[in-house]
């Protein structure tokens, strides 16, 4: 199965509503990283997290490595939020980063 | 701030065919590089990370076969040859030397078409 698991696959929000995305691993993960990938392809680094959580604007994010999950909360959201949410696990015995299958977000006007 | 940059961009890659990416760091606080390809279902997945100037490494998924390999502290270059399927190939770089290889940042990639 897969080591890191992302949900939902995809969503669709108001502008202007909250969300949650979710990750579980099935892997001893140390650090995540969330990413968002916008529709040109480019990838952007939106946090890198040691057990504990971080915030950044709108965007608000906890790893709890004891229960093996992360998530992403998306407050007040904007059309320019639109795209692929990845998040990723350095897995400490392979010593390399896994990624999810990412979620596909559209915020709707 | 760019960190890394990537070339080509593009490219349409005859069946049967190599093609040579390469990737330029422009940060030197940043010296782990690294490649990720991406496949056509946007499944990202690593491929290999390289310190040193001289490191080479190969490796063989489904749809191609990969030869990277560190030229300088700046400088990473990837073969792709026997690419049946399309992918994007990202250059990344991040700090390193903890526990594990540090956040990472991505370059804008290059995406393989193949004809």
């Known amino acids: 199965g897969d080591k890191v698991k992302q949900s939902p696959s995809a969503l669709s929000l108001q502008e202007g509503t909250n969300s949650a995305l979710r990750c579980n691993f099935s892997?001893?993960?140390?650090?995540v990283q969330w990413f968002l990938q916008n529709p040109r392809g480019s990838l952007m680094n939106l946090f890198y997290?040691?057990?504990g959580t971080k915030e950044n604007g709108r965007l608000k994010s906890a790893f709890d490595s004891k229960e093996s999950y992360s998530t992403l909360h998306i407050r007040d959201a904007q059309l320019e939020d639109s795209g692929t949410y990845f998040c990723?696990?350095?897995?400490?015995?392979?010593?390399?980063?896994?990624f999810g299958k990412g979620t596909h977000l559209h915020v709707l006007p | 701030v760019t960190l890394l940059e990537q070339n080509p961009r593009w490219r349409l890659v005859p069946r049967g065919q190599a093609v040579n990416l390469r990737c330029i760091l422009k940060?030197?606080?940043?010296?782990?590089m690294s490649w990720y390809q991406q496949d056509l279902q946007k499944q990202l997945q690593w491929l290999f990370t390289?310190?040193?100037?001289?490191?080479?490494?190969v490796k063989s998924l489904p749809g191609a076969d990969y030869l990277a390999t560190r030229v300088t502290d700046t400088e990473l270059r990837l073969q792709v040859a026997n690419m049946s399927q399309g992918r994007t190939l990202y250059c990344t770089c991040?700090?390193?030397?903890?526990?594990?290889?540090?956040?990472?940042?991505f370059g804008e990639g290059s995406k393989l078409t193949v004809l």
């Open positions: 991040s700090a390193g030397g903890g526990a594990d290889t540090g956040q990472l940042y």
């Open positions: 892997i001893a993960a140390t650090t």
């Open positions: 997290l040691v057990p």
């Open positions: 990723a696990a350095f897995d400490t015995n392979a010593y390399k980063v896994i």
């Open positions: 940060n030197s606080q940043y010296p782990w």
């Open positions: 390289l310190r040193s100037p001289g490191d080479k490494e």
